[in-house]
């Protein structure tokens, strides 16, 4: 879809654009098959897309996938794609909040791809929700702010480390990040964006409950970044427990939380929990 088409559906069905939502559209055929690509898709795929917005993307998606399923919060726009992709038997199109979707269905998403230019705005929360779904989806291809990009693939002691990086790498390992410019969007948004690829696990770093163990764990060592760990952990676990658990890591004392890596996060909530 080119910009001169996209700015002509727009004024001929007087939608204007929503900022709370999000709405800035990518129209760079060449980004948007980048990010088609990074996917890796074939016809026994099946895709959710969150936020179609007027469907450049999923268009390409259609094309290269088996079955695909967008959720789409605003309902001029969904009215829009209802028409658009009216002879398209193999998407279902879904009017609704897509964190509200995720959260009250709870759906195995173990065999589908989520790729999605989505609403920054709720970003983050979607991709933690389906990271810790009962079964999260095999690869997350996302474009997002940069900023937010940064913090989901960065390593210990990098500026960007912390609680999100940890919730998503748990299930995932970052396998790419692709920059995309400002005026490859509609409106050209004010930040930075970046399309992030990340593939699940072969196998899960812990059990389910452990899983729920290491992300309050995560949260609360990080809870204030410039106190020491152990300090901190020391409000919901015995001095004797903790020191011996950061011995058997050779985690000083003194230690920030910043500077734990995913590993030895994993380790230690295991030992926490034995
Ligand atoms: N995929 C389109 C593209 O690349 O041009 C549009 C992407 S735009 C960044 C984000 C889209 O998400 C908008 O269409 C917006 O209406 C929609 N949206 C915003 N919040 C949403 C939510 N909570 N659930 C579902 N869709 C949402």
Known sequence: MKL???????????????????????????????????????????VLEIGPGLGPLTELLVERAGEVLAIEKDQRLFDFL???????????????????????????????KLVANLPYSVASPILVELAQS????????????????NRIVAQADDDDYGVLSLLIQLYYEPKGLLKIPADCF??????DSACVVLVRRPQPLL??????????????????????????????????KLTAAFEQLQLSPQ?????VTLEQFVKLTQLLHS
């Not at 709370?20 to 129209?27: D, E, R, V």
């Not at 055929?29 to 074939?42: G, V």
């Not at 009962?134 to 937010?148: F, N």
């Not at 509609?186 to 930040?191: R, S, T």
């Open 4 to 46: 001169s088409e996209m700015k002509q559906i727009l004024a001929s069905g007087q939608i204007q654009l929503t900022k709370s939502l999000g709405q800035n559209f990518l129209h760079d055929q060449n980004q948007l098959r980048r990010i088609a690509d990074a996917a890796e898709l074939t016809k026994t795929d099946k």
């Open 82 to 112: 209802l028409q658009r992709f009216a002879g398209s038997h193999s998407l279902k199109l879904l009017h609704d909040d897509a964190l509200d979707y995720v959260r009250r269905e709870q759906r195995d998403w173990s065999d589908w």
């Open 134 to 149: 009962p079964g999260c989806p095999e690869r997350l291809v996302v474009t997002l702010q940069l900023e937010v990009a």
């Open 186 to 191: 509609f409106p050209a948004p004010d930040v």
């Open 207 to 240: 059990s389910p409950e452990l899983s729920v163990a290491f992300a309050r764990l995560v949260k609360l060592s990080l809870s204030q970044r410039r106190k020491m760990m152990l300090k901190l952990l020391k409000q919901n676990w015995p001095v004797e």
């Open 255 to 259: 230690i920030r939380a910043e500077k």
